[in-house]
T-cell receptor, first 115, second 111 residues
């Protein structure tokens, strides 16, 4: 079975450029999560979608970050304009339902470097 | 509010020795508890979970964990370490959709 698929795996771009990260959740999962992982702050939840609707975006750092889920099989996380402090590994995860007892399944992440 | 504390950011074990990773949690309601493993340049992979029922939970790759409510702990063990167990391990707690992760414990295995 296909897991969560993220693209690109690596992204290097210059400060000020727009960055778009993509995620395809596991088929049939109706909950989708975007996380950011850094050495300093560990794993942080950025945004949570349930049935394509954003439920909790309290972790989105600032207005430069936006996320969309136009359908059940695709989500994007966009940073515009990007800054060096946005450099991190960004993970997408999906689960079958939003209840706490459902494990989240993670993609392999996008390693983002902003120069 | 919920949180997780993992004791020890680095653990080094000899191949064949016991692996013990400590996790304590705080939660205002009965928690759901998870252990995930992360190999270099990969995402997090579920090792095991506790939701309800039996407090000793068995997972993949020979790992198991025991939920102890009185100690608010969920320690992860494996009787005999293998070189392939070298990775970072995360304990996590949730009681709704939100997972709260510990800071992680990096395991190295000595030949």
């Amino acid at each position: 079975d296909a897991g969560v698929i993220q693209s690109p795996r690596h992204e290097v771009t210059e400060m000020g450029q727009e960055v778009t990260l993509r995620c395809k959740p596991i088929s049939g999962h109706n909950s989708l999560f975007w996380y950011r992982q850094t050495m300093m702050r560990g794993l942080e939840l950025l945004i949570y979608f349930n049935n394509n609707v954003p439920i909790d975006d309290s972790g989105m750092p600032e207005d430069r970050f936006s996320a969309k889920m136009p359908n059940a099989s695709f989500s994007t996380l966009k940073i515009q304009p990007s800054e060096p402090r946005d450099s991190a590994v960004y993970f997408c995860a999906s689960s079958n339902g939003g209840a706490g007892n459902q494990p989240q399944h993670f993609g392999d992440g996008t390693r983002l470097s902003i120069l | 509010a919920q949180s997780v504390t993992q004791l020890g950011s680095h653990v080094s074990v000899s191949e064949g020795a016991l692996v013990l990773l400590r996790c304590n949690y705080s939660s205002s309601v009965p928690p759901y508890l998870f252990w995930y493993v992360q190999y270099p340049n990969q995402g997090l992979q579920l090792l095991l979970k506790y939701t309800t029922g039996a407090t000793l939970v068995k997972g993949i790759n020979g790992f198991e964990a025991e939920f102890k409510k009185s100690e608010t702990s969920f320690h992860l063990t494996k009787p005999s370490a293998h070189m392939s167990d070298a990775a970072e391990y995360f304990c996590a707690v949730s009681n709704d959709y939100k997972l709260s992760f510990g800071a992680g414990t990096t395991v190295t295995v000595r030949a």
